[in-house]
């Protein structure tokens, strides 16, 4: 059962029929409802209202549709199709022009109809917008094939926690989606864990020979890591960038993280606000990150 519109839909509904029934006259009450999706009963309520339509109350579209089939006259002052606005054509010239990167070079046929669809909304206005998706459209084939194949992958993916870009062969398992995020589920051979990797900060992807890893459930899950530390200054605004894993009150707390790079550079962030006490093997980290990124500035 189709169901009934809206007055701002059922205006503009309006205003496409007298078009569609110029260009269609005869055409029975069943299929043209059919073409706007709407039940018959709406459809004799647009055109018993388009009676009263016209330049004046003593010119008025003239329209016939009691034996069923729908015939129009007199209607040359709206028998104009609706065009869209500069927000609607800016809104699909993006949309378009999103879909076309993201889609792999061997999808030329699909390219090229985009590619006139863009030119045919407006050429002014494609010329001055540019849109580019998160993710390289090369990626994504690359990906699937090792997850169809078995096969391990090659990738450069870049690490906000360690602020690099660095080399991993991976196991693709699985995508999903976060957050309006694509994922990668994947067991790294850096790691020899199983790892979650965000699809857009992956630089690039190569298939490679060698088979798939096969995954222990000893090796799925990464460390958790307990780490003691003393803030000195500035105590929420520390609290706060340690993160949700805080326990313990006052100065002396206890983080607990996933990721020791990421605490690392917390640390030193916090420009001596934050002193890590224990274990030592994340003191001698710390100390050492501290000392790489000083050298940058030597």
Known sequence: MAKKTTPIEKAARML????????????????????????EEEL?????????????????IDLQFDSGYVTIRNA?????????SQQEIISIILGLDLLEKS??????????????????????????????????????PVLND???DQRRVLI??????????????????????????????????KAQAERTFRVDRIKSATLLEAQATYISSATSDPQLLS??????????????????????EGSEVT?????????????????????????SQMRIQVAELAARTLQQYR
Request: proline content about 4%.
């Open 16 to 39: 496409d029929l007298v078009p569609y029934i110029t260009s269609h006259q005869g055409i029975g009450t069943p299929e043209l409802a059919s073409e706007f999706g709407i039940s």
């Open 76 to 84: 040359e002052t709206l028998n104009l199709i609706r065009s869209l």
């Open 44 to 60: 004799l309520s647009d055109l018993n209202s388009l009676w009263m339509c016209g330049d004046n109350r003593f010119d008025l």
């Open 156 to 189: 450069s993916y870049f690490s906000p926690a360690g602020d690099e870009i660095s080399d991993r062969e991976i196991t693709p398992l699985h995508f999903s989606v976060e957050n309006n995020l694509d994922y990668l589920t994947a067991y790294c051979e």
């Open 227 to 248: 780490t003691q530390v003393k803030i000195s200054r500035n105590l929420r605004k520390s609290r706060e960038s340690l993160g949700a894993f805080v326990v313990g």
């Open 103 to 140: 889609l792999s070079a061997d999808r030329l046929p699909l390219i090229e109809e985009i590619s006139n669809l863009r030119s045919k909304l407006g050429e002014s206005i494609s010329r001055i917008l540019d849109a580019s998706p998160s993710t390289d459209g090369q990626l994504i």
């Open 146 to 148: 090792g997850l169809r």
């Open 255 to 279: 983080v607990s993280t996933y990721n020791s790079e990421w605490l690392s550079r917390t640390v030193i962030s916090a420009a001596g606000a934050i002193e890590v006490t224990a274990p």
